[in-house]
């Protein structure tokens, strides 16, 4: 299982991005994926889930600003981030649950104030 984030950079306060992350080794289509973050000197936490049939959750720091979406014809899940804010500055992994649970290697998000 690979799972290949993109997408991160530096942006200002109240600018968007958009991350992507390409799985390879598994039957994308069959699988929940999610987004989490990891700030410096925190805990990773969950930012969003997306279901097989597309059913999303978010959490609520990120709600109203955030979406999850995913195409299984190229296998890959995206986070769409508008509205950004210092505080969401933070190094986001994609996360899939096999069995085991895999991680990608993180892309660096920085929001300036």
């Known amino acids: 299982v690979q799972l290949v984030e993109s997408g991160g950079g530096l942006v200002q306060s109240g600018g968007s991005l958009r991350l992507s992350c390409a799985a390879s080794?598994?039957?994308?289509?069959?699988?929940?994926m999610a987004w989490y973050r990891q700030a410096p000197g925190k805990q990773r936490e969950l930012v969003a889930t997306?279901?097989?049939?597309?059913?999303?959750n978010y959490a609520d720091s990120v709600k109203g600003r955030f979406a999850i979406s995913r195409d299984n014809a190229k296998n890959t899940v995206y986070l769409q981030m508008n509205s950004l804010k210092p505080e969401d500055t933070a190094v986001y992994y994609c996360?899939?649950?096999?069995?085991?649970?895999?991680w990608g290697q993180g892309t660096q998000v920085t929001v300036s104030s």
């Open positions: 996360n899939v649950k096999i069995i085991s649970e895999y």
């Open positions: 080794g598994i039957i994308f289509r069959r699988n929940a």
């Open positions: 997306i279901s097989r049939s597309g059913t999303t």
